[in-house]
């Protein structure tokens, strides 16, 4: 199961920023080569979980962006970019993003109330993004179908739970000076 994702973790490096071992990775980083099949592999594997009934797919800047193009070109359904960048448009949205290494502001722009979306990202590690995202979109009048995330570091899925976000990731991995271990991959037994 998501073979191609687990062979590319284990060939991850890392290094520091700060105190925060960060591992780069084609899904979080886009380097060295982001491959097709692998993009394929993670854009099936989220339409097994979560289906085409929805009518948006969100994602946030920068690698959410790989993740929704290919499930938006294969599901035929659209997606909104939440950007680092201020546009000052009309009903624009305004959050603080909190992450274990950056601080910052982000904007949605749109997402429609009354919406169905499915939230895609490559990374949950602090949970900080989405813990500022998802209640601001269902805020927005969005209806949260699935949160799908590819990698998990850290707890931050587990405090997402205890707040009442379900979130599905692909594989969850631990991260140290060494590399990435690999944890626990979806629909595989531990
Ligand atoms: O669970 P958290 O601690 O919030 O970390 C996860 C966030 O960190 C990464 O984004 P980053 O801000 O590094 O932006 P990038 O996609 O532009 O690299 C990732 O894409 C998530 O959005
Ligand atoms: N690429 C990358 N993205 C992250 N987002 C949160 N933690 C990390 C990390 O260690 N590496």
């Given amino acids: ?40 592999e993670i854009a099936e594997h989220m339409i097994s979980i979560a289906g085409t009934d929805y009518d948006r797919i969100v994602s946030i800047e920068a690698m959410g962006i790989p993740l929704a193009t290919t499930l938006s070109l294969k599901t035929g359904i659209p997606f909104s970019i939440v950007r680092k960048r201020q546009y000052g448009l009309e009903g624009e949205v305004i959050l603080s993003q909190s992450t274990g290494y950056s601080k910052g502001e982000l904007y949605i722009n749109g997402v429609n109330k009354g919406e169905k979306v499915l939230v895609v990202d490559d990374v949950i590690s602090t949970g900080g993004t989405l813990k500022a995202l998802l209640p601001a979109l269902e805020k927005m009048g969005a209806q949260i179908t699935n949160v799908i995330v590819v990698i998990s570091r850290g707890d931050g899925a587990i405090q997402m739970r205890d707040m009442g976000y379900e979130i599905d990731t692909l594989v969850k991995i631990d991260v140290d000076q060494n590399g990435v271990s690999i944890l626990e991959v979806a629909g595989e037994q531990q």
């Fill in 1 to 40: 199961m998501l073979e191609v994702l687990q062979e590319s973790l284990r060939k991850a490096p890392i290094v520091n920023r700060g105190e925060y071992p960060y591992f780069i990775h084609p899904i979080s980083d886009g380097v060295p080569s982001l491959e097709p099949e692998l993009l394929d």
